[in-house]
């Protein structure tokens, strides 16, 4: 019996407001956090990601009250991060109702912010978010949404991050990520197989054949897609019902 | 009323909010006098066996916890919650669990990715109270979990397989747990929450 392969809503957040851009920039507004995560719970998302994307430190209880709102509106799992930089960071997340933290940049500058956090609240709550971008003939982790190369070997870094106690990876291709071209397959298949743990894809996702090729090709447990979703260009029960026409495993919600 | 044990190690606060949408009363307990006096009880749990075994034992809430459920009051364990009910577990192989159930928690075998984080579905094997209502056979329910207790006995009513079968559902008398997390499971898992709601009426 295999697990039902997961469609996850992101929800990038500035302050109080959902918001959306192309390749980070050109930000736009999109909604209210609460509300879209009542909508994606009902519509049958398998869980939501929050993304604090300023991740700027006075901001902080502002993005934890978010937090607090979007969790009161689901009966799925949640995962929120940006800006996390030490284990009372994560423990702040989770208590305001997360049920998993993700961790970038400050795990890539000191890696043992990984086996902290998952000592402390299990490896099932610790999602290690790497963005790559290819060079040559391999992909190098991006730190600091995306704008600055941490010289580093993307499949090696996810490596030593389940090695540190990571228990998921949410993997962005940042050459994908917002072009609507569909998900970074070449790149997702070559994580998915170097890991043991579940790996979550990202950028790129606009049509129903984008996600049937990355859970097919891919070997992505679970495919994550931000304005698809808010704009209504791909509802959610209509994806299901066309991956699971496809045989693909999902839940389709009643 | 139901009394959420809160071991400050478990996420509570999803329980709390998804008995509160179902429109039950709750409240935490964090002494051996609370657990005692509970009506009906509820073990959330997630994150280490050890962690959760340690805290019952620093704070003297093994013995009232045992006793209560011994005394026939509605119990619902959740994941860790439903782990912590046997001898002993893989996970810290030094510690004793509650010992209400025999046997011993062990770790996934490593044939597919570890946790085993998602949504699968279940068997069932025998009539299930928690399940009532609930497309059994077809539901989905969202597990985020590695050890698992995969000795079945009498008391197993559904289990779940990945890369071994193990107990996803159990119910002995008034003790009854889940390894899945209901508070996360959508509308099949908010039935299964209404029934011990109902249950514990």
Redesign the interface.
Known sequence: ?S??R?IIPCLDVDGTRVVKGVNFVGLRDAGDPAQLAARY?AE?A?ELVVLDIAASRDQRPTFLETIRRV??EL???LTAGGGIRIAEDARAV??A?A?KITLNTAAVARPDLISETSLD?????IVLAIDAKREGDHWTVMVRGGRESANRDAIEWAKQGVALGA??ILLTSMDRDGTKSGFDAALTAAISSAV???VIASGGAKLPSHFVEIFTEGRA??ALAASIFHDDIQPIRGLKEFLAARWIPV?L?? | MITLLDCGVS?V??VE??LH?LGAESQRATTPECVSNARALLLPG???FEALIRVLDDRNLRVSLIDTIRRGIPFLGICLGLQALYDTSEEAPELTGLQLLSGRVRALP?VA?????????LVTKHKSQLLEGVDANDA?F?F???YAAVELGEETVAT???GTEFVAVLEKENMCAVQF?P?????A??QVLRNFVRLSA
């Open positions: 019996m697990l039902a997961r719970n049958g398998d969790a009161a009966a799925i799992p989770l208590r109702g049920d609240f299990g490896a099932q709550a228990g998921e043991s743990v579940p447990d679970a839940r919600p009643c | 996420n606060a999803s909010r998804a949408r997630v994150g280490h490593p990715k570890l946790p085993h984080m998602g949504w699968n579905r989905y969202y985020a979990h590695t779940c397989s990945y997390h508070e996360k499971s959508g509308e898992g908010a």
